[in-house]
């Protein structure tokens, strides 16, 4: 079988594409650029147009997700950077392809041990909802952990009753693992059952090639 030609790339530190993973890469700066949008390594340079970003749709209300309101943003992009120099996350601004940030993502629960990374603390602006910015983020996102960090599984979770998030997911190819029960809380205090989804490796020639024909339709 043929390989699955890749339409999208990915730049460490400005030059080529990265060497064989070892556990500090996990966590090395990387800028994945892809036709319809771009993820740039998160700064606190970002703050201000994410704030502006986060305006479009107030999705800050929504009591099961953990959008930021705009005021927090600065805290927010501080504490995500707080834990990429703990170990534990990379973070990513999402840019449109007219290079504006819209958004947010990142790598979270890095586990070079294991092999295993979770793609989660997402949000975008609403004006690119439904648009191929998602499907463009999750095809250059998985590309990096199965491609260049050899990862054996991609986690995705969400809130039991965010229903758009899980049919999003869904969408992507990932299976549901499973739910985990009374997992965490909500923002507003109420109990949180957790949806847990995964991407594994033997998965991910079918599923890179699922998107990227999503990407041409």
């Not at 147009?49 to 959008?67: F, P």
């Not at 295993?116 to 983020?137: D, F, K, M, P």
């Not at 985990?180 to 599923?207: F, K, M």
């Amino acid at each position: 079988m043929k390989p699955i030609q890749s339409q999208t790339q990915a730049i460490v530190d400005g030059s080529a594409p990265a060497p064989t993973a070892a556990s500090d890469d996990w966590l090395t700066p990387v800028t994945l650029s892809g036709q319809h949008a771009t993820l740039q390594p998160l700064t606190e340079a970002h703050a201000a147009a994410l704030a502006e970003a986060a305006v479009d749709g107030e999705l800050w209300k929504l009591w099961y997700t953990s959008v930021p309101a705009p005021a927090d943003m600065s805290a927010e992009v501080q504490r995500r950077l707080r834990l990429q120099s703990q170990g534990s996350m990379l973070p990513f601004a999402v840019l449109d392809d007219q290079h504006i940030p819209v958004g947010m993502t990142t790598f979270m629960n890095v586990d070079p041990a294991n092999c295993r990374v979770e793609i989660g603390s997402t949000w975008y602006a609403q004006r690119v909802h439904r648009t191929a910015l998602n499907t463009q983020c999750k095809l250059l996102l998985m590309q990096h952990a199965f491609e260049t960090l050899d990862c054996i599984a991609v986690e995705f979770r969400t809130s039991f009753l965010n229903r758009a998030s899980r049919r999003a997911i869904e969408r992507l190819g990932a299976k549901l693992d499973g739910v985990l029960r009374n997992h965490q809380h909500h923002r507003d205090g109420s109990l949180r059952d957790t949806c847990c989804y995964s991407v594994i490796a033997s998965e991910w020639p079918a599923v890179k090639a699922h998107l990227e024909f999503c990407l041409v339709q």
